[in-house]
């Protein structure tokens, strides 16, 4: 329960100072913002902060799906109140004042004329993949880069922010682009090419990093093999996050602590 709270109080602080931080200032506002509440909340949720992370990190067999609907569902009504807040935040700001309002994605504001749905699509994919990916390299991959991944990834989105910004607002998460949407009534035209574009990415990541560096130990091709599970085992580990009856030793135990036994258990041998 814990972890829960402290993903929706991420994000809703996330959402604020990002939608309220001025154009000029706004890549480096979103990036600096988005590492300190990652520092903050990692030992706690793993600061994931991003439904397309939890999601693309599920995929890939290193986080169980019911943990994933939970914290998709707080991640994005953290960011709903966080548009909700700075409603009241922001002088001009009203409930339902449509395109236009603070932390939109809409092309009134974030979206430029120039471009495209498909380059929407393209530029909201191409920077989602960044993101994740520096995710996956340095705080899934093993050994990692341990407490620097949270500015690593502030960086990744900085950097985007200030690339493909320009052309699209640089959203690179589903629930910044929902809580606007749903207190402001903004972005009705393209909110949904933003989240296909960051499904597209979240899956697209997992699948490189699948390629390169294996699949996750929840993922049943995996677990059966490395647990001699079932399938049918494999597939419960897989949506619980919890080990068999028959495989725990305590009631406590969770799927961390047989990975640990087996690695102990092939170095013994």
């Not at 990834?153 to 950097?159: K, P, T, W």
Request: overall charge neutral; proline content about 5%.
């Amino acid at each position: 329960i814990v972890s829960l709270l402290v993903e929706s109080i991420g994000v809703m602080f996330f959402q604020i100072l990002g939608a309220t931080a001025p154009r000029e200032y706004a890549p480096a506002v979103n990036g600096v913002a988005l590492a300190v509440w990652i520092h903050s909340s990692a030992n706690i949720s793993g600061g994931h902060l991003n439904p397309a992370v939890t999601l693309s990190i599920f995929a890939c067999g290193f986080f169980p799906l019911i943990h994933t609907v939970l914290y998709i569902f707080l991640q994005v009504a953290g960011a709903i109140i966080g548009s909700l807040i700075t409603s009241g935040l922001v002088p001009s700001a009203e409930v339902h004042m449509g395109n236009g309002g603070p932390g939109c994605f809409d092309r009134k504001g974030a979206v430029s004329s120039e471009i495209t749905d498909w380059q929407l699509f393209g530029w909201e994919t191409v920077m989602t993949f960044t993101l994740i990916s520096c995710v996956y390299a340095c705080g899934v991959a093993k050994p990692g880069h341990g407490s620097h991944t949270p500015l690593a990834v502030g960086l990744s989105l900085l950097v985007c922010a200030a690339s493909g910004g320009q052309y699209t607002g640089a959203a690179l998460n589903p629930a910044r682009v929902i809580g606007p949407l749903a207190v402001f009534f903004c972005g009705t035209e393209v909110w949904w090419i933003y989240i296909l574009g960051q499904i597209a990415a979240a899956l697209g990541a997992c699948c490189i990093f699948a390629f390169v560096s294996g699949l996750g130990p929840l993922n049943p091709q995996v677990s059966v093999r490395m647990f001699d599970l079932s399938w049918r085992e494999a597939i419960w580990v897989w949506i619980m996050g919890s080990p068999p009856k028959r495989l725990r030793i305590t009631d406590k135990d969770n799927i961390f602590d047989m990975i640990l036994r087996t690695g102990l258990k092939n170095t013994s041998d």
